[in-house]
């Protein structure tokens, strides 16, 4: 897992240790969302300032119909650069997707928790890349 909490933050070793398991990371979402077939549909779950730089180090904008976030203040505005509209939770049902990718993976469990009718399969990509079901 990525820990930012060691103590040797100073030291090199810690930043390529930190840059070999983010393309580890970034390596294992690609492959996964290149290898859904055409009919799969994969929407953002969280839209913090992160999901952009999750966004743009993945190059997974163009996956993307839609994000969802719980905010108010977010919903029915686009993401930076990509201009993915950002929709309420709600759309996860109304236009259900086969995957949905976590933006806001710090959320991760209480995420999958709050929806256990959604019915397509979540992609955790940080702090270890993993899947889960509802």
């Keep these: 897992t990525l820990n930012f909490e060691r103590d040797d933050t100073a030291s090199p070793d810690y930043?390529?240790?930190v840059?070999?398991?983010?393309?580890?990371?970034?390596?294992?979402v690609r492959a996964?969302?290149?290898?859904l077939p055409d009919s799969a549909s994969i929407v953002g779950y969280g839209a913090p300032a992160k999901a952009t730089t999750l966004l743009y180090?993945?190059?997974?904008?163009?996956?993307?119909?839609?994000i969802v976030d719980d905010s108010p203040l977010k919903q029915g505005k686009?993401?930076?650069?990509y201009g993915i509209p950002i929709l309420p939770s709600s759309?996860?049902?109304?236009?259900?997707?086969?995957?949905?990718l976590v933006l806001a993976w710090n959320f991760?469990?209480?995420?999958?928790d709050q929806h256990p009718n959604f019915k397509g399969?979540?992609?955790?990509?940080?702090p270890e890349y993993r899947e889960a079901k509802s």
């Design 108 to 112: 991760a469990d209480s995420i999958i």
């Design 15 to 17: 930043w390529v240790d």
């Design 121 to 126: 399969t979540w992609i955790v990509p940080a």
């Design 32 to 35: 996964k969302l290149a290898a």
């Design 91 to 100: 759309a996860l049902y109304e236009t259900p997707p086969t995957h949905v």
């Design 19 to 28: 840059r070999t398991r983010m393309r580890r990371m970034c390596d294992a």
């Design 78 to 81: 686009f993401s930076p650069g």
């Design 57 to 66: 180090m993945l190059d997974a904008g163009c996956f993307l119909d839609y």
